[in-house]
């Protein structure tokens, strides 16, 4: 494994110039924009003073939607029941979506000294975070019973055994088809796809010149990558490998590529999305005949479309592959050298990490009420059953048949991040030979490995 640095896994060098190195890396895997403001940071992310900030894109906010004021008044009474028997108070900063997602404000904030004490992490952006230093080791607040409770959720946010962010959620990706569209084509359940040529024969023949067959995620990012890896995946297909080496440029990861390229090239998927970008508005405007999705979805259909008809099924896959699906969901964490590291662990602990009842209460209101996911704890997955969180088709569907096949989200900082995501654009919509993109890829991510310092990469 990747492992250099310390015995702690922290980079071998100094604080301030790896907090720098590491938070200043966002430059190459955002907008041109993000680069000089995060430059200049002098690398403290260091804050002072006043109440604890907890940033986040949930709250507290009014909205036309039900489903976003609920999620806001999650976080509100959440915090609320903090401030009311806590010494240390916080405060909810809320950020819109597309600022905290694809901005340069929250990188930027940590690295010139005023980042936040709490605040959301996805796993694909944890090592930018905690090689950054600036992740609060959150076990010594933890009962080991909490700590197993978790079980595998918590491996992409350990290093050397230490936890440093606590999930609140388990996203599992599959495809979401349209059951109308599918009936009108003569096709019935017993022709859902089990392979990719399968999946590609019905995209096909189901896409018209204002429906596309199939989606597969076009702007570049985390998120984008993110959708893909399963398709590599499937096929034996790595970044890295079990001893962390560069594996990238490989046949599973051709296939993959090839997959989406074909699906563009043959016009089955949109070279961009949808003009109703938005699940719901894509599907009930006719626009779209099956699309990769998230299990997030099922409470967004069930706010805005609840008589709407629609399916999932697992993602298909290549011949002599096995199924294999991608598990998001975002993450609590503390802000090590924030205005109060240990006040901001114990929080985060306090609200989803805790044997008590009132903590793994949350997390089933958060799951199966608030939202639709599967919960990352065993306790709150068996309440939440109990309640019938899981009964419906779709959720038991995603419980049982789609989650347990999945891989958690990688956790590769931006350079690496940034060279896969250039494969995925040069190959689905520039026109690119997989071949050669793959092994471009491959190149820079052996480069970057050979002179990177910190935590393990796998």
Known sequence: ?????????????????????????????????????????????????????????????????????????????????????????????????????????????????????????????????????????????????????????????????????????????????AQ??????????????????????????????????????TRPGYYQNFTWYPWMWQGGGEVLDEHGEVAFDSKATRQALGLWQDAVRHGIAPRTMPAAADVIGGFKGGNVAMWQQGIWNVSSFKAFAPKYRYGVFKLPTPPGGRYVTALGGWSFCANAQGRNAEAAAEFCVWALGSMKDDSIDRMVEWCVGTKSDVAPRDSALDRGSAKGGYDSAIMKKFKDEIFPGGRAEPRYPPVVYKAISDAIQGTMLAGHGVASDAGRAARSIEAYTKSYQGASLI
């Open 1 to 177: 494994m990747l492992q250099h640095g310390n015995e702690a896994g922290r980079p071998a060098t100094s604080p301030g110039t790896s907090r720098r190195r590491f938070l200043t890396a966002a430059a190459g895997a955002g907008s041109a924009v993000a680069a000089p403001a995060l430059l200049t940071g002098c690398g403290t992310a260091r804050a002072k003073g006043g109440n604890l900030q907890f940033w986040n894109f949930y709250g507290p906010q009014r909205s036309p939607d039900p489903a976003v004021n609920a999620q806001s008044k999650w976080f509100v009474d959440m915090v609320d029941r903090w401030n009311a028997t806590h010494k240390a108070r916080i405060d909810l900063v809320y950020l819109p979506q597309a600022t905290y997602l694809n901005g340069f404000k929250l990188p930027a904030a940590f690295a010139t000294g005023e980042g936040p004490d709490i605040f959301l992490l996805s796993p694909g952006d944890f090592l930018r975070y905690y090689n950054g230093g600036v992740l609060a080791d959150l076990t010594p607040h933890m009962e080991k019973a909490a700590i197993g409770d978790f079980g595998s959720a918590l491996d992409s946010r350990k290093v050397d055994g230490k936890v440093y962010a606590l999930p609140m959620e388990i996203e599992p990706l599959a495809m979401f088809y």
């Open 180 to 217: 109308d569209v599918w009936e009108k084509a003569g096709l019935s359940e017993a022709d859902i796809p089990t392979t990719w040529d399968q999946m590609l024969d019905i995209g096909d023949k189901l896409r018209t010149k204002t429906r596309a067959g199939l989606v597969f995620e």
